[in-house]
């Protein structure tokens, strides 16, 4: 018999991980009860249905890279090479530790032609990743040029995911990293160099 006591929170997470390795129109609210250790009726008492459940999951992902990602590179303590090392490698580390890949990346794939529900919430956490990209390169390259730069990451990081889920093989994540360090140890002398 499922249990009947489980926090919002936990929800949100098996929801997450769901959502993940089956997509937001492949998983069912009877999917995500059993999930969840629910009865289908029960579910409806923490969310009003699965819209609803998708944009809290897109809420706590953009919460946490936030908290957890993209403030590393904001921290003065580091270099800002070690700052984009360390942003890139933790985000791959917490993103391949469980089964499907970037769930942004997947909903924006899934989901935008089909509703424009989630965008918001999607465009606003690419933009602030484009931000904590950008800020990077801006230590070597001009504004412009830094944006491009920050672009060029994300969308090889996004693409590199496409494979994985083809190939079975995360040697494209490593790539997407040593590429990006590339690009950022490749500014020219005149460029702005970086703060110590």
Not at 86 to 95: E, S
Not at 142 to 164: C, H, L, N, P, S
Request: glycine share 4%; charged share 25%.
């Amino acid at each position: 018999m499922p249990i009947q006591k489980v926090t919002k929170e936990e929800v949100v997470n098996q929801a997450l991980l769901l959502f993940k390795k089956r997509g937001y129109h492949r998983t069912s609210m009877a999917d995500l009860a059993e999930a969840c250790g629910l009865l289908k009726g029960s579910f409806y008492h923490y969310f009003s249905g699965k819209e609803a459940l998708m944009k809290e999951v897109l809420g706590a992902v953009h919460s946490y890279f936030k908290a957890k990602i993209f403030v590393i590179a904001y921290d003065e303590t580091l270099l800002p090479r070690e700052r984009l090392e360390k942003m890139l490698a933790k985000q791959i580390r917490v993103v391949s530790s469980t089964e499907g890949g970037c769930l942004m990346g997947n909903m924006a794939i899934e989901t935008a032609l089909v509703t424009d529900e989630f965008r918001p919430a999607m465009r606003t956490f690419f933009e602030e990743y484009l931000d904590a990209l950008a800020h990077l390169y801006s230590y070597k390259y001009d504004a412009k040029k830094a944006r491009q730069m920050a672009e060029q990451a994300m969308v090889e990081y996004e693409g590199a995911w496409v494979m994985v889920k083809l190939t079975d093989s995360s040697h494209y994540l490593q790539d997407v990293l040593e590429r990006a360090m590339a690009r950022f140890d490749a500014a020219e002398s005149n460029n702005v160099t970086e703060k110590q």
